[in-house]
C-alpha cells in the first residue's frame, strides 16, 4: 500500500449496498467524497442518502440529470428493461458525469455498490464492461462488493486499496450485505424497493402512450404522469385528481399553461384537466368522466363546469359508465 491518501468518488444512493461502499472505502483508510444522482423519475429516499453523507461525515455532490435523461428515456440506444427502464443507457450516463465529477474533484476512481448479477438488465459482468466501456471508464469503477468476481480495476493495481480486503458477493440475495452491515453496525437501511417510475408497470403505460403523441418528453410532461387517474379520450389527454392536494396541482397547471379544466358545480368531486383544447364532444366526455369521481348519484343530471382558455361554461352531464371509463383509461 502507498502512504498516499487518494480521494474516490461514491455513487450513493442511500440504500444499503451503496451505503457499504462507502464504508468499505472508508475503511481502507481513503477519502471519500459522495454523488448523489436523480432523474424525473426518481422514488428514491434522499433522506436516506442525507443520512448516510451525515453518519460517516463525507463530502456529497448533488447531480440532476435532467432534459438529457428524458431525452434518453424517449429513445434509448439499448432498448429498455423490464418496462420503460432504460438502465444499461441511464448508467452510462450517469458514469460519464461522475467521471467529469472525479475529474474535478481529483478523484482517482469511481466507486458504486453495484452486486454483480444482482439486477439481470445492467448488473451482469457483460453488461458492467459495456457501461464502463461506453462511459470511458473502462478498469476505473471499483465495485467493493463484488471486486473479486471481477477483474483487477486500475486502482487496485495501483496499490490504493487492498484487494483480499474486497468482498466476492452475487446475486439478488442480500444476506451477505445483512451480515455485513451487522459487523459494521450500520442500522435502519432502507427496504430493497424500486427506486425509479419507470419500472412500474402503470406509469410506463402512462409513458407508453404519452410517446405515441408526443415527439419529445419535457419536465412538465413526467410531472403529470406522476399524478391522477389518466384517460385518452378520442386522442385527447384527460387528467382527473384523486384528492386535494392533485386537484391543486392539476389547478395549478391549468392556470400555468392555459390548460381547460373541469369540475363538478354541487358536489364534492375532481378537477379535470385536459392537456389542449378538444372538441366538444370530448370536452363533454371529459365531464362525464368528472361526474363519475364526484360525490354525484349515478344517473342523476348534473352542472359540470368548463373552463377553457379563461372562459367559463356550463354544461349538463351524468356519471360515464364503468365500461366508458375502462375503455378511456390508460
Same mark, same amino acid.
Given at each position: 500500500? +502507498?502512504? #498516499? =491518501?487518494?480521494? $474516490?468518488?461514491?455513487?450513493?444512493?442511500?440504500?444499503?449496498?451503496?451505503?457499504?461502499?462507502?464504508? /468499505? %472505502?472508508?475503511?481502507?483508510?481513503?477519502?471519500?467524497?459522495?454523488?448523489?444522482?436523480?432523474?424525473?423519475?426518481?422514488?428514491?429516499?434522499?433522506?436516506?442518502?442525507?443520512?448516510?453523507?451525515?453518519?460517516?461525515?463525507?463530502?456529497?455532490?448533488?447531480?440532476?440529470?435532467?432534459?438529457?435523461?428524458?431525452?434518453?428515456?424517449?429513445?434509448?440506444?439499448?432498448?429498455?428493461?423490464?418496462?420503460?427502464?432504460?438502465?444499461?443507457?441511464?448508467?452510462?450516463?450517469?458514469?460519464?458525469?461522475?467521471?467529469?465529477?472525479?475529474?474535478? +474533484?481529483? #478523484? =482517482?476512481?469511481? $466507486?458504486?455498490?453495484?452486486?454483480?448479477?444482482?439486477?439481470?438488465?445492467?448488473?451482469?459482468?457483460? /453488461? %458492467?464492461?459495456?457501461?464502463?466501456?461506453?462511459?470511458?471508464?473502462?478498469?476505473?469503477?471499483?465495485?467493493?462488493?463484488?471486486?473479486?468476481?471481477?477483474?483487477?480495476?486500475?486502482?487496485?493495481?495501483?496499490?490504493?486499496?487492498?484487494?483480499?480486503?474486497?468482498?466476492?458477493?452475487?446475486?439478488?440475495?442480500?444476506?451477505?450485505?445483512?451480515?455485513?452491515?451487522?459487523?459494521?453496525?450500520?442500522?435502519?437501511?432502507?427496504?430493497?424497493?424500486?427506486?425509479?417510475?419507470?419500472?412500474?408497470?402503470?406509469?410506463?403505460?402512462?409513458?407508453?402512450?404519452?410517446?405515441?403523441?408526443?415527439?419529445?418528453?419535457?419536465?412538465?410532461?413526467?410531472?403529470?404522469?406522476?399524478?391522477?387517474?389518466?384517460?385518452?379520450?378520442?386522442?385527447?389527454?384527460?387528467?382527473?385528481?384523486?384528492?386535494?392536494?392533485?386537484?391543486?396541482?392539476?389547478?395549478?397547471?391549468?392556470?400555468?399553461?392555459?390548460?381547460?379544466?373541469?369540475?363538478?358545480?354541487?358536489?364534492?368531486?375532481?378537477?379535470?384537466?385536459?392537456?389542449?383544447?378538444?372538441?366538444?364532444?370530448?370536452?363533454?366526455?371529459?365531464?362525464?368522466?368528472?361526474?363519475?369521481?364526484?360525490?354525484?348519484?349515478?344517473?342523476?343530471?348534473?352542472?359540470?363546469?368548463?373552463?377553457?382558455?379563461?372562459?367559463?361554461?356550463?354544461?349538463?352531464?351524468?356519471?360515464?359508465?364503468?365500461?366508458?371509463?375502462?375503455?378511456?383509461?390508460?
Amino acid at each position: 500500500m +502507498l502512504n #498516499a =491518501k487518494p480521494k $474516490v468518488l461514491v455513487l450513493l444512493s442511500g440504500g444499503l449496498d451503496s451505503t457499504l461502499a462507502v464504508k /468499505a %472505502m472508508l475503511e481502507q483508510g481513503l477519502d471519500v467524497e459522495a454523488a448523489i444522482f436523480t432523474t424525473p423519475f426518481c422514488l428514491c429516499d434522499k433522506c436516506a442518502a442525507g443520512s448516510v453523507v451525515k453518519k460517516f461525515g463525507i463530502k456529497a455532490h448533488a447531480v440532476f440529470l435532467g432534459q438529457e435523461y428524458l431525452d434518453l428515456v424517449a429513445n434509448p440506444p439499448r432498448g429498455y428493461g423490464s418496462q420503460m427502464n432504460p438502465c444499461i443507457d441511464c448508467r452510462i450516463l450517469m458514469f460519464g458525469k461522475a467521471k467529469e465529477l472525479a475529474q474535478e +474533484l481529483g #478523484a =482517482k476512481c469511481v $466507486v458504486t455498490g453495484e452486486v454483480l448479477d444482482e439486477r439481470p438488465f445492467s448488473q451482469t459482468k457483460r /453488461a %458492467m464492461e459495456l457501461i464502463e466501456r461506453k462511459a470511458g471508464l473502462e478498469g476505473k469503477i471499483l465495485r467493493p462488493l463484488s471486486a473479486k468476481l471481477l477483474p483487477e480495476t486500475e486502482f487496485e493495481k495501483s496499490g490504493y486499496v487492498n484487494r483480499e480486503k474486497l468482498y466476492s458477493i452475487r446475486g439478488r440475495r442480500r444476506l451477505p450485505q445483512m451480515d455485513l452491515a451487522k459487523e459494521w453496525g450500520i442500522k435502519d437501511y432502507p427496504c430493497p424497493s424500486g427506486g425509479c417510475l419507470l419500472t412500474d408497470p402503470r406509469f410506463a403505460q402512462r409513458l407508453k402512450d404519452l410517446l405515441k403523441h408526443k415527439k419529445c418528453l419535457k419536465i412538465d410532461d413526467v410531472a403529470l404522469l406522476r399524478i391522477g387517474r389518466h384517460f385518452r379520450v378520442d386522442g385527447c389527454k384527460v387528467v382527473v385528481g384523486r384528492n386535494e392536494a392533485e386537484n391543486q396541482s392539476l389547478l395549478a397547471l391549468a392556470s400555468q399553461k392555459k390548460q381547460p379544466w373541469l369540475e363538478v358545480v354541487e358536489y364534492m368531486g375532481p378537477i379535470t384537466l385536459l392537456e389542449e383544447k378538444c372538441p366538444d364532444k370530448v370536452m363533454y366526455k371529459a365531464a362525464e368522466v368528472t361526474v363519475r369521481y364526484s360525490d354525484a348519484e349515478k344517473g342523476v343530471e348534473v352542472d359540470v363546469k368548463q373552463v377553457v382558455a379563461g372562459n367559463v361554461r356550463i354544461v349538463r352531464a351524468t356519471a360515464a359508465s364503468d365500461e366508458e371509463i375502462e375503455l378511456f383509461r390508460i
